[in-house]
């Protein structure tokens, strides 16, 4: 049986474990409300490129070898429940279903570095960290996209793995396709546009891939925030359940410790008095 000393602990362990989270998940909610209005903004960005993609009819070129980059959009920082696993999870599955390809992966986050480099550290090109602190902004997704375009390792078609932000309580993870410079030029409908000299495509498939990481930071982002508000919450209700427990438990030892003291002093009193009379 615990002592009182140790239930005593144990309570004061939760009291200070629920302000901690209580702490957090007003943290949380605080930088989501920020994050979810940056996102209306960034999907702008995304989907306008997504459309372009799409219209140009961009697709791997027939006969040539996939040569595959996987970025994968998580943060720094756990105590968020899945959010950051799904990423890695989704990439894990991916990699068994092209084992006889070339793979890449970058890593913003070293949540998804430490997670990935067990199996695939080979495999593992490049990694963002000190992320996530701050708010993202365009230049940080262009600062990445340089990185990407200037790797040693080049691609042929690649996925930006983010978690897209649903409402403040869930989120999905999907993944936006991302192709190389050559695959860009080679694609059937890019001639529909007029006056497109080399340089001019450069420059639109570097803004448009911008684009998407921005996006996809952002959604991560805030997906990030929407699960870390949940996981505290639960977290703190469930320490709140736990140190009622112990408090009952608590009490329950010290009214037994109580009763044991009473009768111990009244069964002395009457053995006193009989051995008086």
Request: hydrophobic share 40%.
């Amino acid at each position: 049986m615990a002592t009182l000393k140790s239930l005593a602990a144990q309570i004061k362990s939760l009291k200070n474990i629920g302000k901690i989270t209580k702490s957090m998940r007003m943290v949380s909610a605080s930088k989501f409300s920020k994050a979810q209005l940056a996102v209306k903004g960034a999907r702008v960005f995304g989907e306008a490129a997504e459309i372009y993609y799409e219209r140009a009819e961009i697709r791997l070129l027939p006969g040539t070898l996939p040569e595959n980059l996987y970025i994968a959009m998580t943060s720094d920082r756990g105590l968020c429940g899945a959010a950051n696993a799904q990423i890695c999870r989704y990439i894990k599955d991916d990699l068994k279903q092209h084992r006889n390809e070339i793979n890449h992966i970058i890593c913003v986050g070293v949540i998804s570095r430490n997670t990935l480099k067990f199996e695939y550290a080979e495999k593992i090109s490049l990694v963002v960290d000190k992320v996530g602190a701050k708010p993202y902004t365009f230049l940080d997704a262009s600062k990445l996209a340089s990185s990407i375009l200037t790797m040693d390792e080049g691609f042929n078609n690649g996925k930006i793995v983010f978690n897209e932000l649903k409402s403040v309580t869930s989120y999905r993870t999907i993944a936006t396709s991302i192709y190389s410079l050559a695959t860009v030029f080679a694609a059937p409908k890019m001639n529909f546009y007029d006056n497109l000299d080399p340089e001019t495509v450069q420059s639109f498939f570097e803004f448009s891939l911008t684009c998407l990481l921005y996006r996809a930071m952002v959604e991560s982002s805030a997906s990030e925030h929407s699960a870390r508000l949940i996981a505290m919450e639960n977290a703190s209700r469930n320490a709140e359940k736990v140190k009622n427990k112990v408090s009952v438990q608590f009490n329950r030892n010290r009214q037994a410790a109580i009763t044991k003291e009473l009768t111990e002093i009244v069964s002395g009193a009457t053995a006193v008095n009989t051995a008086k009379n």
